[in-house]
């Protein structure tokens, strides 16, 4: 993790608590034959600079990883090209739930997007083409040293 980033335990958070909920509708059940939630990670939030996105990945998606093979959130967000107008693409949080979900095996990384790919796509965009002063992002990461099981219905590993 980069100097001056840093997350805060959030495990017993109502705000993390609530975010899973918002994110899982069906509070945390998944279809996967190994849930996240099942992983028993450690919820986190903090902030970090927009040049953190630099570094995360993105989870196997199949149709993902046949465009961008690197498997770098990076390379997949800047594959689209720079909005015609000079304007921002995304202007900023309302509220608290809007903040990107990330997994990692340890704080130290490597970091997997796993909610917020629109927004932070846009942010990374725009920080790039010098159309945003957004300096720091919220972010939630659920830590789990077992991430690497966590896969589909049909074993497909997302990580």
């Given at each position: 993790?980069?100097?001056?980033?840093?997350?805060?335990?959030?495990?017993?958070s109502?705000?993390?608590l609530?975010?899973?909920?918002?994110?899982?509708p069906?509070g945390?059940?998944?279809?996967?034959?190994?849930?996240?939630?099942g992983?028993a990670?450690?919820?986190y939030?903090g902030?970090?600079?927009?040049s953190?996105l630099?570094g995360m990945?993105?989870?196997n998606?199949p149709?993902?990883?046949?465009?961008?093979?690197?498997l770098q959130?990076a390379?997949?967000?800047?594959?689209?090209?720079?909005?015609a107008?000079n304007?921002a693409?995304?202007?900023?949080f309302?509220?608290a739930?809007?903040?990107?979900i990330?997994v990692a095996?340890?704080?130290?990384g490597?970091f997997?997007?796993l909610e917020?790919y629109?927004r932070c796509a846009c942010?990374l965009?725009d920080?790039r083409?010098?159309?945003?002063?957004l300096a720091?992002?919220?972010?939630?990461?659920?830590v789990t040293?077992?991430?690497?099981e966590?896969?589909?219905?049909?074993?497909?590993l997302w990580?």
């Amino acid at each position: 993790m980069p100097p001056g980033d840093s997350f805060g335990l959030a495990a017993r958070s109502s705000r993390a608590l609530l975010m899973l909920d918002q994110h899982y509708p069906n509070g945390g059940e998944r279809v996967n034959a190994v849930q996240l939630i099942g992983l028993a990670p450690e919820w986190y939030e903090g902030e970090v600079a927009i040049s953190f996105l630099d570094g995360m990945r993105f989870f196997n998606l199949p149709p993902w990883v046949s465009k961008v093979p690197s498997l770098q959130f990076a390379d997949l967000a800047l594959s689209r090209q720079r909005p015609a107008m000079n304007e921002a693409e995304f202007c900023g949080f309302a509220t608290a739930i809007e903040r990107p979900i990330a997994v990692a095996p340890s704080l130290e990384g490597p970091f997997c997007l796993l909610e917020g790919y629109t927004r932070c796509a846009c942010i990374l965009r725009d920080h790039r083409t010098g159309l945003s002063s957004l300096a720091r992002l919220p972010m939630i990461v659920a830590v789990t040293s077992r991430i690497v099981e966590w896969s589909d219905e049909h074993g497909h590993l997302w990580w």
